[in-house]
């Protein structure tokens, strides 16, 4: 199924392909696990919930490290191969040089294709999933400071209400004082405290109710003190009329409490297929991001090249020290040029687009292979200084 050259060169290639990914990936998650750490913790998540967060961060930055990946991949699967001498054998059983480079474009047309896949599909959709994840994770929080009891005082506002749920005192009581305060016309207000209270839910339609089984309803005015105050200091204190109450619901949503989510994708959460806009506009301009995404793709069939390029070039003394390093100059700078050029192409039209994306991949897949072509002893003949 494969030949030679490729059975020499394919399992040396993925292994270190594949080895730099991880590492970049494993950097990368742990410049982010404080921050997901931090989210997770703040609204009360566990392990798995940190685990999840980290799985959807991980598909961002595959795109990224894998033209430098196949750069570095193949660099030093071909200068391995040239200083074990195995290259020189095969050069001289009669296998054609060309199949190095031919090799080379196969690793940058699959990385292509999984550039675009990872891009244009993988990505968005853990973006998507991430925020709604950690939309749940902000409901679960709430939903546990309002049916569970903790030892902390808990404040939320519903509909206008300010409802504040103290700790239990000591070990006897399941929940502490709960009090309501709330405004009304005139510069009224009305505050309720309970003692015996529970919350009820959620019911079928999603709703939750705190029940109030006893408790005491202060009703006043600023300056006002009320006629039925009785004896009660509190209530001569704050000037209100004291009602002793009994079964009382107050109904809410969770929608009341924490923020709708969106559901709509934004522009970095969009899937491929819902870039372009379809029907009509899809033939006067394509989306600048597409060119992005293409651009990245191509990147990785420049990196393939330039690898080829520099591990001929590392056959020389001077190469030896300088080939690696700018064979990573030119894939990011290439990177960076290639995207910013279909990016700007693609908004001004279809044709235009295509032409220049078949322009881009010619010339990122011919031009690297010049030098090595010209000097293909180098690349075959173990180094041992000048050419």
Same mark, same amino acid.
């Given at each position: 199924?494969?030949?030679?050259?490729?059975?020499?060169?394919?399992?040396?290639?993925?292994?270190?392909?594949?080895?730099?990914?991880?590492?970049?990936?494993?950097?990368?998650?742990?410049?982010?696990?404080?921050?997901?750490?931090?989210?997770?913790?703040?609204?009360?998540?566990?392990?798995?919930?940190?685990?999840?967060?980290?799985?959807?961060?991980?598909?961002?930055?595959?795109?990224?490290?894998?033209?430098?990946?196949?750069?570095?991949?193949?660099?030093?699967?071909?200068?391995?191969?040239?200083?074990?001498?195995?290259?020189?054998?095969?050069?001289?059983?009669?296998?054609?040089?060309?199949?190095?480079?031919?090799?080379?474009? !196969?690793? !940058?047309?699959?990385?292509?294709?999984?550039?675009?896949?990872?891009?244009?599909?993988? &990505?968005?959709?853990?973006?998507?999933?991430?925020?709604?994840?950690?939309?749940?994770?902000?409901?679960?929080?709430?939903?546990?400071?309002?049916?569970?009891?903790? /030892?902390?005082?808990?404040?939320?506002?519903?509909?206008?209400?300010?409802?504040?749920?103290? /700790?239990?005192?000591?070990?006897?009581?399941?929940?502490?004082?709960?009090?309501?305060?709330?405004?009304?016309?005139?510069?009224?207000?009305?505050?309720?405290?309970?003692?015996?209270?529970?919350?009820?839910?959620?019911? !079928?339609?999603?709703?939750?109710?705190?029940?109030?089984?006893?408790?005491?309803?202060?009703?006043?005015?600023?300056?006002?003190?009320?006629?039925?105050? !009785?004896?009660?200091?509190?209530?001569?204190?704050?000037? #209100?009329?004291?009602?002793?109450?009994?079964?009382?619901?107050?109904?809410?949503?969770?929608?009341?409490?924490?923020?709708?989510?969106?559901?709509?994708?934004?522009?970095?959460?969009?899937?491929?297929?819902?870039?372009?806009?379809? /029907?009509?506009?899809?033939?006067?301009?394509?989306?600048?991001?597409?060119?992005?995404?293409?651009?990245?793709?191509?990147?990785?069939?420049?990196?393939?090249?330039?690898?080829?390029?520099?591990? &001929?070039?590392?056959?020389?003394?001077?190469?030896?020290?300088?080939?690696?390093?700018?064979?990573?100059?030119?894939?990011?700078?290439?990177?960076?040029?290639?995207? #910013?050029?279909?990016?700007?192409?693609?908004?001004?039209?279809?044709?235009?687009?295509?032409?220049?994306?078949?322009?881009?991949?010619?010339?990122?897949?011919?031009?690297?292979?010049?030098?090595?072509?010209?000097?293909?002893?180098?690349?075959?003949?173990?180094?041992?200084?000048?050419?």
């Amino acid at each position: 199924m494969f030949g030679p050259m490729t059975r020499l060169l394919l399992g040396r290639t993925m292994w270190l392909l594949f080895g730099l990914l991880l590492l970049i990936e494993a950097i990368f998650i742990a410049e982010s696990f404080t921050t997901l750490m931090a989210i997770v913790v703040s609204n009360g998540g566990r392990v798995w919930d940190i685990l999840l967060l980290l799985a959807l961060k991980s598909p961002e930055i595959v795109d990224f490290a894998l033209p430098l990946a196949i750069l570095i991949g193949l660099y030093f699967a071909l200068t391995g191969a040239r200083d074990d001498s195995e290259l020189v054998v095969y050069a001289a059983a009669g296998v054609s040089w060309w199949r190095i480079p031919q090799f080379a474009i !196969g690793v !940058g047309s699959v990385g292509m294709v999984v550039s675009v896949t990872f891009a244009g599909f993988i &990505t968005p959709s853990a973006n998507y999933a991430q925020r709604l994840a950690i939309h749940v994770l902000e409901t679960k929080r709430v939903v546990q400071e309002i049916t569970a009891p903790a /030892p902390q005082n808990a404040r939320r506002e519903i509909k206008d209400r300010t409802i504040i749920a103290t /700790p239990p005192r000591d070990g006897s009581s399941l929940r502490g004082n709960l009090f309501i305060f709330e405004t009304s016309e005139e510069n009224g207000w009305r505050v309720s405290q309970a003692k015996d209270w529970d919350v009820d839910g959620p019911a !079928g339609d999603g709703s939750y109710s705190v029940r109030l089984n006893s408790f005491r309803d202060y009703v006043g005015h600023a300056g006002d003190r009320g006629a039925d105050a !009785g004896n009660d200091p509190l209530a001569v204190q704050l000037g #209100t009329t004291r009602m002793q109450v009994s079964n009382l619901k107050l109904d809410f949503r969770l929608e009341e409490l924490v923020r709708a989510i969106d559901r709509n994708r934004r522009d970095h959460e969009k899937v491929l297929l819902n870039i372009f806009d379809l /029907p009509s506009e899809a033939l006067k301009s394509v989306d600048p991001r597409f060119g992005e995404i293409l651009g990245r793709a191509l990147i990785c069939l420049l990196a393939a090249g330039v690898a080829v390029a520099m591990a &001929t070039w590392s056959g020389s003394r001077l190469g030896r020290y300088l080939a690696l390093p700018a064979g990573v100059f030119v894939v990011m700078g290439g990177d960076v040029v290639i995207r #910013t050029y279909l990016g700007e192409v693609a908004s001004k039209g279809d044709s235009e687009f295509w032409g220049s994306a078949a322009i881009c991949l010619l010339a990122l897949t011919v031009i690297p292979l010049i030098y090595p072509s010209l000097r293909k002893n180098m690349l075959t003949a173990p180094s041992r200084g000048p050419a």
